[in-house]
């Protein structure tokens, strides 16, 4: 009486107990007489033959059993106590053995396959194996048994990596590949199984790579319920930059629940044998069919992936193999009985076999933050957790990019970027920019970093030297920023310094450099920019508790920089009294308000406080209301409604409290100069503040100092801004410093959120910026690197700055978020850039967070002549036009990416560039375009390559808004190691 639409994607159970209620219909209406027994023959036929097409759409649910091994690249050991297993009392794991097993255990059977994702560890591996490994392993990966996914030197975190870093360690894994098992071993999964989150900007950069799906194993819980409701667990990803299938794993990235046949776990083996009183098959396969079928339910396609793996296992792969199939035989042994056929497989297959089954998915267009996998548990706090460290991370990502130009562009030397590369590759993963390893792991992340930027400093000063024609050495000062201290200039014995500062950027730079100085007795004298000026400034007094041996002075010197080129400029010691010009401090009235006029903005501060109280925008005469307050909010130990603590990785306050003011602020200087002027303020013992309103700049910049944190309760320490804007519920944070993606307090787009968390569950990564608005102004704040942040009431921002607390948070990690330093808890340092105007000028943020993101690279001697001055590698003017890779790529050519940096939205509009004259001598005719990560040609990459190219012409390629592309310029050997640019 009810129809049935049979479905070819149904399970099979749906269809075998409709037919069988039909059967019983049929016997209970016809079989009550013997006049009715024709017609029941009749409808016996039609039943039979509603079998035989049921029987037809019948087939077994095909479950591609792929056997991994998730192997973290540091976590709670480093990266080399992972790799050889060593540290066995802190985890038990040899990822070296891992590989070794594995490959064995293929080269065995050619029926089995493996996948590997980490080529950290691979390329560490292969290095260590002979010439017949090499060709075995490459037959494997030829004939499908080993397939690399992923491809990335790490599996990359997607809320705190910049989208640079990203292409970077992509690149350096992807391009191994290339190089040592060619276009056969070229992924084409994204495999982000462990990330606490995903990003759209991370799906529309593996959609550029040419990898056409996207797995991931985390995601709200509320959502996840919803898509397993309305079986949507797999869609379409359309990101900018690409659209990709993504899928949702079932079981996190585990084997089912009881079947772990791995040594690191205590699941039962598999026993055959009737005779053993260990006999346990029959309840082993009744118990796997039951979770197969619950997770068979859940999908549309008629294929299951079952992960059979997890974080380091396989390190006795015999074992696992072995218990997998006698599971594989005896469920295909029944497969009519259970409705299942296991296969061995790989997540490429199996979205194969899924896209050929539907062809209707659903559509996805913003990203997966925040995530929480309970009610109480939102993984929102390593948005800022380890701040220093993210700090060095996104410090290190410009420096590596103006490493790598140098190596270009100077003779070769004896250094290389290769150590800074693979340091950066190692510290994209998403235990180690996240700030959620140990601490021991977090110290090896940073030593990584320090050994590879010592390498580039080398490289640097060394090019430089050449390049300028000097005798004697350069240095470079590293800690000049963050502690105002260099040990060159801090040499009272030296009358002269030489500076070559260099612009990673590919557009010219206005720069206010701030070099740490022993005394501010020296002038400015032969400056290649004639409208360089310096000025002195005393060093702020919290260097001193970051640092004892901070100098007294910091220079000051405005200068402009071209384009990826160089300016240079010295420092001669002069005992007149003409050239200590030294910013003196100035009493105001304290019921007076100060006032600071630029070429962009008035800005007003409170005369007794040194509060930021208003920012008149010049241009459209609008005017801003806005403070900023330090606050902290107190961490959870847990409470009666879940046990669920702040930690590495959960952000949870005290519930139903809200953010403390920290301490009232008092001005403790007021510095005002021809070039910049700068405010500065305190709040109690431990946050300290410094506003900068520089005379040409658009924004406001603001350093704020933080620490030591007081240990009495857990605190989170945020910097609020409070603004008149009327912005609402609304706010838009950047995805991996691509698009700006809009946000609203207590509302996602895909399902219909219940918040349980109206603090934390409202946070989302600020890469690199934040923004609200209103009908008319935007008010947008810029980062120096990734933290958490909101907009909770509107026309307020706030940031989180700085964590530290005394209970761990259970996620694995085993230790609380306890920085310190010299006995002390860690002091951090950062800036805000500020910028407000009206919505006309909003996309000028873009050009703004570039001179943020490129910070210039200063090559310091003493009594060093410079001869000639390096030009420009570059030609290039647009400002909208980002070169965002110059950089060797093998023996005979070079790779460059550019960019159109604004979006759509943003005014952002078609871009031609003439890679001809932007590029000159470096520029080839035998160019060719490359996938993002230049390991596949663009027809690998893109579906509708006419499309793609339909603005070039000869050397000039178009860019549409936001687009990045890839070229590689092949010279022959000689020439290239001969580019040596000279004015």
Sequence with gaps: KTPVIVHENDNRSFKLSYYNEYKSYLRSRFMSSSKTTPIFLIALVIASILSCILSSNNKPIIVHVVPHTHDDVGWLKTVDQYYYGV?????????????????????????????????????????????????????????????????????????????????????????????????????????????????????????????????????????????????????????????????????????????????????????????????????????????????????RSGHIMLTMGSDFEYENAHKYYKNLELLMKYINANTTQNGFKMIYSTPSRYMDAVLSNIKNLSNKTDDLFPYAESPHSYWTGYFTSRPTLKGYIRSMNSFLQACKHIELMAPATSYTSELLRLAMGVAQHHDAVTGTSKQHVADDYAERLAIGQTQCENLINTGIKHLTGSVNDLYSCRLAANESTCHITGDTTKSIFTFIVYNPRSTAKDIYLRIPMSSSAYRLVNPSDPTAFVSYIPTHYTSYQI??????????????????????????????????????????????????????????????????????????????????????????????????????????????????????????????????????????????????????????????????????HGREVILRYSTDLDSGKTFYTDSNGREMLRRVLDYQPTWSLNQTEPVAGNYYPVNSRISIKDMESHFTVLTDRSQGGSSLSSGQVELMLHRRMYKDDFKGVGEPLNETQFGHGLITRGRHWLFYSDLDSYGDHRDIGLDLFYQPVVSVGSDVEVGKIPRSGIQNTNKDLNVVTFERFDETSLIVRLENIRSKSEGGKMISADLKKIFGAYFSENFKELGLAGDRPIEKVVKDLKDHIKYDSGSVIGLKPLQIRTFAFTHSEELLNSFVNYA
């Design 87 to 299: 540290k066995d009392d802190i985890q038990l794991a040899g990822v070296q053995y891992i590989i070794d097993t594995a490959i064995q255990a293929l080269l065995l059977d050619k029926n089995k396959t493996f996948i590997y994702v980490e080529i950290a560890f691979f390329k560490r591996w292969w290095e260590e194996q002979d010439t017949e490994m090499h060709e075995k392993v490459r037959e494997l990966v030829k004939n499908g048994q080993l397939e690399f996914i992923n491809g990335g030197y790490c599996m990359n975190d997607e809320a705190n990596a910049h989208y640079t870093a990203t292409i970077d360690q992509m690149s350096v894994g992807l391009q191994f590949l290339q190089k040592e098992f060619g276009p056969y071993a070229a992924p084409r999964i994204a495999w982000q199984i462990d990330p606490f989150g995903h990003s759209s900007a991370q799906a529309g950069l593996s959609a550029q790579m040419g990898l056409e799906g996207l797995f991931f194993a985390r995601m709200h819980y509320q959502d996840y319920q919803n898509r397993i409701d309305n079986k949507e667990l797999e869609f379409n990803w359309v990101a900018e930059g690409g659209n990709i299938f993504t899928g949702k794993l079932f079981r996190h990235y585990n084997a089912p629940p009881g079947f772990c046949f791995d040594t690191l776990c205590n699941d039962p083996p598999i026993v055959t044998n009737k005779k053993s009183p260990e006999y346990n098959l029959d309840e082993r396969l009744e118990t796997f069919v039951g979770l197969l079928q619950e997770q068979a339910d859940a999908y």
């Design 547 to 712: 640092n004892p041996k901070a100098l007294p002075i910091e220079a000051i010197v405005h200068l402009k920089v071209p384009g990826m080129g160089f300016t240079t400029f010295q420092l001669k010691k002069d005992f007149g009294v003409d050239y200590r010009i030294v910013l003196k401090s100035i009493p105001v009235v304290k019921t007076e308000n100060i006032r600071i006029e630029s070429e962009s903005l008035i800005v007003y501060f409170d005369g007794e406080s040194g509060s930021l109280k208003q920012v008149v925008d010049k241009k459209s005469q609008k005017t801003l209301r806005i403070s900023a307050k330090f606050m902290n909010y107190r961490s959870n130990v847990g409470d009666k409604l879940d046990r669920q603590t702040s930690g590495a990785y959960i952000f949870r306050p005290v519930y139903g409290t809200v953010a403390q003011d920290i301490d009232r602020p008092i001005l403790k200087n007021y510095l005002p100069g021809e070039f910049v002027t700068e405010v500065w303020q305190s709040f109690g013992d431990w946050v300290n503040l410094v506003y900068r309103v520089y005379v040409n700049k658009p924004y406001i910049e603001v350093e704020w100092t933080v620490g030591p944190i007081p240990m009495d």
